[in-house]
């Protein structure tokens, strides 16, 4: 059961408005409940509560701070407080007076009709034994009544009650109960209008037993008594309801609820500091400039992954043990772009000595259906697929994803589907791309095969996924490099291959740009933002980043320090700095 509750803008500001609560609240109870969760800051965003109630009926005012989504707010209310309550009802019953067993609604309302039909038919046979009886009498004294002279002087011949009673039986062909009966006549009830009345009385109980009879040998009858009886009830008792129920019954609230679907940032350094930021944080500058410090990092301590999501996404966290870790997107405290973040073994149960080598975010969508693979690449070129669903329930101490040798390392994973194809890139230049179908699935704890043959020195440093849907369309592939150069190209350049081979070149590689740390498609994204090992952040239109071959060095996007590097960066849409 849920409170009557509405919303209401006033000047900028949300208010929620309650004019009923639920059934055996205290309205006063209830209020305290709010102020507690205010107090103890479980709920944050309410400004004042109050007690508007008067003559007119119940009006609790919620003042909510401006900013503050209404949603959320009454989403927790439900969940801490009587605001929602569930009314129980014990629907066991002993079923044929021997078998018990819980009912639903509708076995309870059928089982109901059945024991008023019974209680119907007890009824009906008890006033038509009753009416049986009484006609049996009347028409013992109206036999009686023809023959008054007769009788009167049997009984005066008769030496005492039993006698009499006898000599009736024998004379008039009565039954001893008729006799009875007209022994206890009263001289006054042999006049005309009380002879008549007995007549009268005698019909209406033959229509009675005529009418009883009739119910008790047709079903159809004893539903019109029972439709009748029940409509009666519905006049007497019957009143408007004071509920009103809905179709679906409102869902478990979960934390998931509580939390507004918003874009949000993930930054994680090596030595294990998480965090997450709104996007706004981080100012739109132009392409070449050192940007702004995003992230406070020790001198033993870089970023290492930065991804943009959603609040309501989960995200796995891959090892260098060849484990994946779950948590919620929205489990990740929100902290300033300068702040260091917390510590990861706060959210996950992972060994100190473990270190995140890939971070990707999924969608409850894609985890249940909207993706069907996960795309795994390793530093030494090994590629694994492994269906998504494998992964639908990940430990909160882990899973195993992939069996890694002991030289190699997991650097990037993706999800795919269907007729999707592959792009591997490596930090020489090199990329190839081909078909999701070279690869066929194996299961968490197989090793991977050949997806690209690297030359001496080389290892691979990303990999992306090409939609079936989005092949005909002009989109591109991000390239980024260590010193901070980059470029779009279309990923019509990129030939499909087959899987193992050298690739083509992406990127021409030389000492001013230093080599390639990242690659994205890039789909109908506006903003580029680009992290520094150092924590440094710089945020522009991709726009600025010019459209060139596959064969070129790209342009200055961020400018380096001495000693510092492009680690990771991601693409965000336009919506996200709303």
């Known amino acids: 059961m849920r409170g009557k509750v509405d919303i209401a803008e006033k000047e900028n500001k949300s208010q929620i408005i309650i004019t009923e609560i639920p059934f055996q609240v205290d309205k006063s109870v209830l209020i305290t409940q709010f102020a507690t969760l205010v107090a103890n800051k479980r709920i944050e965003g309410i400004k004042d509560i109050r007690d508007e109630s008067d003559k007119e009926g119940m009006r609790i005012a919620i003042d909510l701070q401006k900013g503050v989504i209404p949603k959320k707010i009454l989403n927790s209310l439900y969940k801490y407080t009587d605001l929602q309550k569930t009314f129980h009802l014990n629907m066991l019953a002993l079923v044929n007076g021997i078998?018990?067993?819980?009912?639903?609604?509708?076995?309870?309302?059928?089982?109901?009709?059945?024991?008023?039909?019974?209680?119907?038919?007890?009824?009906?046979?008890?006033?038509?034994?009753?009416?049986?009886?009484?006609?049996?009498?009347?028409?013992?004294?109206?036999?009686?009544?023809?023959?008054?002279?007769a009788v009167i002087e049997t009984i005066k011949k008769s030496k005492d009650k039993e006698e009499a009673r006898d000599n009736l039986v024998k004379k008039f062909k009565l039954t001893p109960i008729?006799?009875?009966?007209?022994?206890?006549?009263?001289?006054?009830?042999?006049?005309?209008?009380?002879?008549?009345?007995?007549?009268?009385?005698?019909?209406?109980?033959?229509?009675?037993?005529?009418?009883?009879?009739?119910?008790?040998?047709?079903?159809?009858?004893?539903?019109?008594?029972?439709?009748?009886?029940?409509?009666?009830?519905?006049?007497?008792?019957?009143?408007?309801?004071?509920?009103?129920?809905?179709?679906?019954?409102?869902?478990?609230?979960?934390?998931?609820?509580?939390?507004?679907?918003?874009?949000?940032?993930?930054?994680?350094?090596?030595?294990?500091?998480?965090?997450?930021?709104?996007?706004?944080e981080y100012k739109k500058q132009n392409r070449g400039g050192q940007g702004t410090v995003g992230m406070k990092t020790s001198e033993n301590d870089q970023v290492c992954h930065f991804i943009s999501a959603k609040t309501h996404d989960a995200i796995?966290?891959?090892?260098?043990?060849?484990?994946?870790?779950?948590?919620?997107?929205?489990?990740?405290?929100?902290?300033?772009?300068?702040?260091?973040?917390?510590?990861?073994?706060?959210?996950?149960?992972i060994s100190p000595r473990d270190k995140i080598l890939s971070v990707l975010p999924l969608s409850r969508e894609d985890i249940k259906g909207g993706a069907r693979y996960l795309i795994m690449a390793t530093k030494n070129g090994i590629i694994k697929k492994t269906q998504l669903k494998d992964f639908e329930n990940v430990r909160r101490n882990g899973l195993i994803a992939i069996n890694l040798k002991k030289d190699d390392l997991l650097c990037s994973a993706r999800k795919a589907g269907d007729g999707d194809e592959i792009i591997i890139a490596t930090k020489h230049g090199q990329s190839i791309r081909f078909s999701e179908k070279d690869a066929r699935a194996m299961g968490r704890?197989?090793?991977?095969?050949?997806?690209?043959?690297?030359?001496?020195?080389?290892?691979?440093?990303?990999?992306?996924?090409?939609?079936?849907?989005?092949?005909?369309?002009?989109e591109y592939l991000l390239v980024l490099t260590e010193n901070g150069f980059g470029k779009r190209t279309l990923l019509s350049e990129y030939k499909k291959q087959g899987r193992g081979g050298t690739g083509i070149k992406?990127?021409?590689?030389?000492?001013?740009?230093?080599?390639?740390?990242?690659?994205?498609?890039?789909?109908?994204?506006?903003?580029?933002?680009?992290?520094s090992k150092k924590g440094q952040v710089i945020r522009t239109k991709l726009s600025s980043v010019p459209k060139l071959g596959r064969d070129t060095q790209g342009v200055r996007v961020m400018r380096m320090k001495e000693g510092d590097k492009v680690v990771a960066a991601t693409c965000l849409l336009e919506q996200a700095s709303q």
């Open 445 to 474: 704890t197989a090793a991977g095969i050949k997806g690209i043959r690297l030359r001496k020195g080389d290892e691979v440093i990303g990999m992306e996924v090409v939609k079936k849907e989005k092949m005909k369309e002009k």
């Open 316 to 349: 796995f966290f891959f090892t260098d043990s060849g484990k994946v870790f779950q948590t919620k997107v929205y489990e990740i405290p929100e902290g300033q772009k300068s702040n260091k973040g917390r510590g990861l073994m706060n959210f996950l149960e």
């Open 99 to 149: 078998e018990p067993r819980i009912l639903n609604l509708k076995d309870v309302l059928d089982f109901y009709l059945k024991h008023r039909q019974e209680v119907l038919i007890k009824r009906v046979n008890f006033d038509l034994e009753k009416a049986k009886e009484r006609a049996h009498i009347l028409e013992g004294i109206a036999k009686a009544l023809t023959k008054i002279d």
């Open 506 to 531: 992406t990127a021409k590689i030389t000492s001013k740009t230093g080599e390639l740390a990242k690659i994205e498609i890039i789909e109908n994204q506006e903003d580029l933002i680009v992290i």
């Open 178 to 280: 008729q006799a009875e009966a007209i022994l206890e006549i009263r001289l006054h009830q042999l006049a005309k209008l009380e002879k008549k009345r007995i007549e009268e009385e005698l019909e209406e109980k033959r229509k009675e037993i005529n009418e009883y009879t009739k119910i008790l040998e047709s079903k159809a009858e004893q539903k019109k008594v029972l439709k009748k009886e029940l409509e009666k009830e519905i006049e007497v008792f019957g009143d408007e309801r004071k509920t009103r129920i809905v179709k679906n019954s409102p869902e478990a609230i979960s934390e998931e609820d509580l939390v507004p679907l918003e874009d949000t940032v993930v930054t994680l350094t090596y030595g294990g500091y998480i965090k997450r930021i709104n996007p706004d």
